[in-house]
């Protein structure tokens, strides 16, 4: 029988994410969230497609790609939905990096003129860049490729937004917009005992109707249950490596705090891919800091 004290799922967890936007019935959800989010970008999107997660470079040397969500629209555009759960070294080049898939499969093999479809890359992020921020109001970054001296937008088809979600502080009373009830429900899902009169809209009725785990069937609370123990795990390991380095403050310090945090999630049984993305290091520092244990 489930522990779990909260209604509904939390978003941030691979289930959670996956069960609200990754399924072909709650595509609607998906539809709803790219339309407020590049409202004024792009026409209204009516129907996305899911495309398989996993996509393979061109040779077998090639690193391979697994994104969240991946779907193309019914005039051709690309999205990729990525949600991130903690800071990594080299994130914006992995954003950047999974943007060249949606590039290179748009190649046609008959003569072709490379006119291509927009792409953009989301990704919902639980953390911020950067805690010393002079702008902590600022949540959304919106980049393309500009002119450096006019700095006007000089390719309007590759789009990467960035949501710094732990920003978004606004009370239920002080939303705006549709845009921001997203936020909101994103940030604060797993908080709520009920909806919101503010929120009692179809497309949230709806989101809520599919997040409350009362309806899961065992399989489901199974797979939910273990994707938020992983989801604890990570948050915690990174707190106890966050709070040790900062107390010893020299690269010993930060050396053995990644040690205890690995071992942590050993023995909670997560994946290298997931140690890798959680401590933000990378294939051959894993294996050094593993061969150290």
């Avoid at 600022?138 to 001296?149: E, I, M, P, S």
């Avoid at 497309?203 to 797979?223: G, R, V, W, Y």
């Avoid at 915690?236 to 020299?250: F, I, Q």
């Avoid at 520092?285 to 061969?291: N, V």
Wanted: glycine share 4%.
């Amino acid at each position: 029988m489930s522990t779990l004290s909260e209604r509904y799922i939390n978003p941030f967890t691979d289930f959670g994410f996956k069960k609200l936007f990754g399924e072909e019935p709650n595509k609607d959800l998906l539809l709803d969230f790219l339309n407020e989010l590049l409202k004024g970008e792009t026409g209204r999107i009516t129907d996305l497609t899911y495309i398989r997660t996993e996509r393979l470079g061109a040779t077998e040397v090639d690193r391979k790609a697994i994104f969240d969500l991946y779907c193309i629209s019914e005039k051709g555009e690309r999205f990729i939905v990525e949600l991130q759960k903690t800071k990594q070294t080299y994130f914006k080049d992995r954003t950047v990096y999974y943007s060249t898939f949606p590039i290179q499969e748009q190649a046609e093999r008959t003569p072709w003129n490379y006119e291509l479809q927009a792409i953009y890359t989301v990704a919902i992020l639980d953390f911020v860049f950067n805690t010393k921020d002079e702008t902590p109001d600022k949540y959304r970054y919106d980049v393309k490729l500009v002119d450096t001296d006019t700095h006007t937008v000089f390719y309007d088809k590759l789009t990467f937004i960035y949501l710094e979600m732990p920003k978004f502080q606004k009370p239920l009373e002080a939303l705006t917009s549709r845009f921001e009830k997203w936020l909101y429900v994103l940030r604060n899902l797993n908080r709520l005992e009920q909806i919101p009169v503010s929120l009692q809209e179809r497309i949230f009725e709806k989101l809520f109707k599919t997040a409350e785990i009362a309806q899961f069937t065992p399989d489901q609370m199974n797979a939910y249950e273990e994707s938020l123990k992983h989801y604890r795990d990570l948050k915690n390991s990174l707190d106890t490596a966050r709070d040790e380095g900062r107390e010893e403050g020299r690269e010993e310090g930060r050396k053995e705090a990644l040690l205890k945090a690995i071992n942590g999630f050993i023995q909670a049984g997560a994946p290298d891919e997931m140690i890798r993305k959680g401590l933000g290091v990378s294939e051959e520092e894993l294996a050094q800091l593993k061969r150290e244990l």
